[in-house]
Nanobody, 122 residues
Framework: QVQLVESGGGLVQAGGSLRLSCAAS????????MGWFRQAPGKEREFVAA????????YYADSVKGRFTISRDNAKNTVSLQMNSLKPEDTAVYYC???????????????WGQGTQVTVSS
């Protein structure tokens, strides 16, 4: 089992930056690919970014490419999402998740955090 706890959400003006962190505990963190997803009110949960077990092969949704950066530190059991040039449409609850393989599918992730709210004002 893997327990995930997100932090770093908040309220920011458009054009600003936030850094989300996800702390993992439990099973072997470094054996999992990690992803970030988000869910806005009334919308389905959507893929944001993912990274493989070693920190390579970062992959991004087109909507965040060039603005968001995913990274991980296996020594600290953390995965982060640096979000720059934020837009009002980035407003959502952001979730980190762990998967046995690198995938963009919600169904491919076995463990989820509780989420952290990101609100971008215009």
């Amino acid at each position: 089992q893997v327990q995930l706890v997100e932090s770093g959400g908040g309220l920011v003006q458009a054009g600003g930056s936030l850094r989300l962190s996800c702390a993992a505990s439990g099973s072997t963190f470094s054996s999992y690919a990690m992803g970030w997803f988000r869910q806005a009110p009334g919308k389905e949960r959507e893929f944001v970014a993912a990274i493989n077990w070693s920190g390579g092969s970062p992959y991004y949704a087109d909507s965040v490419k060039g603005r968001f950066t995913i990274s991980r530190d296996n020594a600290k059991n953390t995965v982060s999402l640096q979000m720059n040039s934020l837009k009002p449409e980035d407003t959502a609850v952001y979730y980190c998740a762990a998967s046995r393989g690198l995938t963009v599918l919600v169904s491919g992730y076995e463990y989820w955090g509780q989420g952290t709210q990101v609100t971008v004002s215009s």
